[in-house]
């Protein structure tokens, strides 16, 4: 019976199937032996119970003819209880049908699908439990009889093996493709071997359209060319190579579009050869994220170039991390003269330890200083020279840590100005002094002759009067002449003395300043003149609605004066006319009063406004030759000017603004 | 006859002294003058004090015509002084004088002066002005009643 096994092993068609129990056997040095002679069936015994492997022979019917010891071992039974039984004890029932389909398949001569295959099945043990192995079927007519050989292998250990490989194939699977990053495994010819999930959505390929592929299906096409070039580069001197290490690199999806991707680099040593395992990512949002921060950055730079102070910023050691160009200027140094030195490089040098201490106690207590406050501080420039500063401080915190923003703004200008105000302001405080004593002194003057100088006139006037009426006979008629050009005299002396008081009241007056209708005021003045006169023909013409921002009595002054000059150098002329109205000069307001006059020759047009300048007779035209000085008095307290055009004979016009 | 009452005339120049009288006259003003040649004397006249001890002070003049550039004491304190006794509270006072200062003007009045009267250069003005005021001031006003002694 034995010798069929081994016939059946010997077999050229059961060759291959029973390689493997062939094979074990030799391991166990079976081989070596000839099986000759009447120990033939002992020793093939022998060898069928040391087989590793179960072994099993049914007859065409299925049931158990033969089995070893190691089948015994695998599934739980005594030999006896085997023999003769069906095959199905050995599997679990939802097998059975399937089995003895296949047995009637093979007995109907059909397809013989399992035999000569290695195939994986469940077995059952005696105790109902169930195990994988792995049967290598052999089938062989024998004395007419179809028979079947079966050598079982417990598979459990190696299915747990291969379980746990796969188990560990998916976790490391699944942990690729967790990975933010794409994930893309090149062998040595540049064929993407493997991608993650992340590669597939980041490029937009299927990961079956990618693997097997060139890796330069993921490159731009303009860099592909070049992309050959480094990739061999790369793998003749492999090094890990970090993200962000390359410059600008662009991914090309599956569309076409590119994208700015930051890509690591490993090289391993598998034993299928060199890969490099490429980690990419999306740079998308950092890049404009980066330009955003540049565009911002160089938003803020030209603002700080713009500056018209000079910003200096520092770090806590007290060094000079940034200056604008207005610092350049300012200091005198050049940019890179400054950057990375003390900040005390820009202070006096009688300042720079106390600057120090400055420095430090304010970092320990920073807060915004403004410009102009504390003392007054100095800047020194590259030629040592020093200049006035004011200083404003601004205490920032960066990643780098604390960092300190001054503006230092040059105010030499500031202070000369201020020196000058000041001086100004003394000069002014002195001249007032000046100026009050004078005016209090004039006031005592103008009292004193409005007071003093009057009297003894009067005793001039009163007693020639009293000479003429009491003595008047003894004088005779030349001697009463005498007395009254005596008296007239002295009376014109009152007039000229009260004249000389109203001018220097003028000078003296406070403004009261308001809105004054001067038309009304020269309706008023011109309805006077002419009831002193009644029987004059005089034609005034006063423009209406003539107004402005003065003081009103000393305007009314003004207008009284010039039309009563109009009104006193037009006494010849009939009809009189004398005009009020208002013009444009040199961009301001100017009025004017025209009358039809004696004029005057314009040669000495630069006398009329002085104290007791007359430019006609006092027989024709009596006056002191105040009136005028009076006028342009009040104009100049208004700020205003005042002049005259004339034509001797036909009249004068006085102008005036305000 | 009717007995005319005094016009005491606070005056230091004797050529407007003289030009007052003078005035007066010419206006046929017959009132008894008192001269007062400074500030002092004025208030010792009316107070009946110094060169003036022992005169009824109820025995007030008609008007006071008071220059105001006075030795002394001068003319606005006078007025001060008028104003401030009771007794002579209410007596006329006309300022007679050369300033036609306004400050004169309205301290004048704001101390209770009756009237102000500037002197004029002219002496025709002036006879006319001491005729207005002998007109006004001694005839037409009703001087306060006389105080029990």
């Known amino acids: 019976m034995y010798c069929k096994i081994i016939h059946c092993l010997r077999l050229p068609h059961l060759r291959k199937p029973c390689a493997r129990a062939a094979a074990a056997l030799q391991r166990y040095g079976v081989a070596a032996v000839k099986p000759t002679g009447p120990n033939r069936e002992a020793h093939f015994r022998a060898l069928l119970e040391a087989a590793p492997d179960g072994v099993v022979i049914a007859d065409s019917d299925g049931r158990i003819v033969l089995v070893n010891a190691q089948t015994e071992r695998l599934f739980g039974y005594e030999r006896d209880s085997l023999i003769g039984r069906p095959l199905t004890l050995l599997m679990p029932e939802r097998f059975h049908e399937a089995h003895e389909e296949g047995l009637r398949r093979v007995a109907a001569g059909g397809e013989q699908r399992v035999i000569g295959k290695a195939v994986e099945l469940v077995g059952r043990r005696k105790d109902g439990a169930e195990f994988p192995l792995e049967l290598s079927l052999a089938s062989a007519i024998v004395d007419r009889q179809r028979q079947f050989t079966g050598i079982l292998r417990d598979v459990t250990e190696r299915k747990a093996d291969e379980q746990r490989f796969l188990d560990r194939e998916a976790r490391f699977r699944s942990v690729l493709d967790a990975a933010p990053d794409a994930i893309v495994i090149v062998d040595s010819d540049g064929r993407i071997v493997l991608v993650n999930a992340q590669t597939e959505r980041l490029f937009g390929y299927a990961r079956d359209r990618l693997v097997g592929q060139p890796v330069e299906i993921l490159v731009p096409e303009n860099l592909q060319d070049r992309h050959v070039g480094h990739r061999r580069d790369f793998l003749a001197a492999p090094r890990v190579r970090s993200m962000g290490e390359g410059l600008d690199l662009s991914g090309r999806r599956a569309d076409g579009t590119e994208f700015p991707i930051a890509i690591s680099l490993s090289p391993v040593k598998t034993a299928e050869g060199a890969l490099t395992i490429a980690a990419i990512r999306d740079v998308t949002h950092a890049k404009q994220a980066e330009k955003a921060l540049r565009d911002r950055e160089t938003r803020l730079r030209a603002l700080l170039e713009a500056a018209p102070d000079a910003v200096v910023i520092a770090n806590k050691q007290g060094r000079i991390e940034l200056v604008n160009a207005q610092t350049e200027r300012l200091f005198g140094y050049p940019r890179d003269r400054l950057i990375g030195q003390p900040i005390e490089i820009l202070v006096p040098e009688r300042f720079q330890s106390r600057h120090v201490g400055h420095r430090e106690g304010y970092l320990a207590e920073p807060r915004v200083r403004s410009m102009g406050e504390g003392l007054e501080l100095y800047g020194r420039r590259a030629d040592g020279s020093e200049f006035p500063v004011a200083i404003s401080l601004s205490p920032v915190e960066t990643a780098e840590g604390a960092l300190v923003i001054a503006a230092v703004r040059d105010v030499t200008e500031r202070h000369r100005i201020e020196r000058e105000i000041q001086e100004l302001n003394e000069r002014l405080t002195r001249d007032n002094t000046e100026l009050a004593a004078v005016n209090r002194e004039l006031e005592a003057f103008s009292y004193s002759v409005s007071h003093d100088l009057r009297a003894p006139l009067r005793a001039i006037d009163g007693f020639s009067q009293a000479l003429l009426e009491d003595c008047g006979g003894d004088v005779g008629e030349v001697g009463r002449g005498y007395l009254s050009r005596v008296r007239r005299a002295a009376q014109r002396m009152g007039v000229l003395i009260d004249d000389l008081i109203k001018l220097s009241r003028v000078t003296r007056a406070d403004m009261h300043l308001q809105d004054v209708d001067l038309s009304a005021l020269a309706r008023r003045i011109a309805q006077d003149l002419k009831a002193n006169e009644p029987d004059r023909m005089a034609d005034f013409e006063i423009q209406g609605g003539l107004a402005a921002h003065g003081d009103v009595r000393l305007l009314q002054i003004v207008l009284e004066n010039l039309m009563g000059n109009a009104w006193k150098f037009t006494s010849g002329r009939a009809p009189t006319r004398i005009e009020f109205g208002c013009c444009r000069h040199d961009d301001q307001t100017a009025y004017f009063i025209r009358d039809n006059g004696a004029g005057f020759d314009m040669a000495h047009a630069d006398q009329l406004f002085r104290p007791f300048q007359r430019l006609h007779d006092a027989e024709q035209f009596p006056g002191t030759g105040i009136g005028l000085a009076t006028v342009q008095r009040i104009v100049h307290k208004h700020g205003g000017r005042v002049w005259a055009t004339a034509v001797v004979g036909k009249g004068a016009t006085f102008y005036f603004t305000l | ?149």
């Open chain 2, 1 to 149: 006859m009717i007995e005319r009452s005094v016009i005491l005339l606070v005056e230091d120049n004797p050529d407007d002294e003289a030009l007052t009288l003078r005035a007066f006259s010419k206006n046929n003003i017959r009132n008894p003058v008192v001269v007062a040649r400074n500030g002092a004397e004025a208030l010792d006249y009316l107070f009946a004090r110094g060169a003036y001890a022992g005169r009824d002070v109820a025995d007030l003049p008609q008007v006071v015509l008071l220059d105001l550039k006075l030795p002394k004491v001068e003319g606005l304190e006078v007025l001060r002084q008028i104003r401030a006794d009771e007794r002579t509270e209410l007596l006329p006072v006309v300022i007679l004088t050369s300033s036609r200062e306004e400050q004169d003007l309205v301290e004048g009045y704001r101390l209770g002066a009756n009237s102000y009267v500037r002197k004029p250069v002219n002496f025709d003005e002036f006879v006319e002005a001491a005729r207005q005021l002998g007109l006004y001031w001694l005839l037409l006003n009703e001087v306060p009643p006389r105080r029990p002694g």
